[in-house]
């Protein structure tokens, strides 16, 4: 069975990014066809590109490297959870995902963005760099606005319509890291 991180963007305090991941992991748990698992970026304090070497050489020196590299190696998948600041992917995601190379390889992704704009723009910037990293990003996206889906901009609840988005956004990332996993393999 296909293992699927459910990946928390944001380390801000008083982020919504939180509300937004538990959501979706409590959609994928109604779920058979794979395994969730929600990774929160802050609990892995990771530094600002602290490695001496370029992660696309894979010789990683420090522990919470370390940690990081297994976490996202065991997956198959992943659904970034994002926020959009400033017309862009948080800098601790960014970070985040720039720590590692092969260990994001021949892999799928997905998005749920959030933001005054749904978080597209954030979206658009993860889609460039998932490229780079040789990750499978898939066409159905999650966009949630705080104008709708936060009651006064801070309390987190979704539309009903964005559980189908959800599941199609599932859908499309479970079918692509199958399909990837002969790559992985080899």
């Given at each position: 069975m296909l293992k699927v991180a459910i990946i928390i963007g944001s380390t801000r305090p008083g982020r919504k990014g939180e509300a937004v991941a538990r959501?979706?992991?409590?959609?994928?748990?109604?779920?058979?066809?794979?395994?969730?698992?929600?990774?929160?970026?802050?609990?892995?304090?990771?530094?600002?590109?602290?490695?001496?070497?370029?992660?696309?050489?894979?010789?990683?020196?420090?522990?919470?490297?370390?940690?990081?590299?297994?976490?996202?190696?065991?997956?198959?998948a992943y659904v970034f959870v994002t926020p959009e600041y400033?017309?862009?992917i948080s800098g601790a995601l960014k970070n985040a995902i720039d720590y590692l190379y092969k260990e994001w390889n021949n892999k799928a992704a997905g998005f749920v963005g959030y933001g005054s704009a749904g978080g597209t723009r954030a979206v658009e910037q993860l889609r460039l760099v998932m490229g780079e990293l040789q990750v499978a990003d898939v066409r159905a996206q999650v966009m949630l606005s705080l104008r709708t889906d936060f009651e006064h901009y801070s309390t987190f609840a979704p539309a009903p319509h964005h559980e189908k988005s959800v599941h199609a956004l599932f859908d499309q990332v479970i079918a692509w890291g199958g399909a990837l996993k002969p790559l992985r393999e080899k």
């Open positions: 959501w979706v992991h409590e959609l994928a748990k109604k779920r058979g066809d794979a395994e969730f698992e929600l990774v929160d970026i802050q609990d892995f304090n990771l530094p600002l590109l602290d490695e001496p070497m370029p992660p696309s050489l894979g010789q990683y020196t420090r522990p919470h490297t370390l940690a990081w590299a297994a976490k996202i190696d065991s997956f198959d400033n017309h862009g």
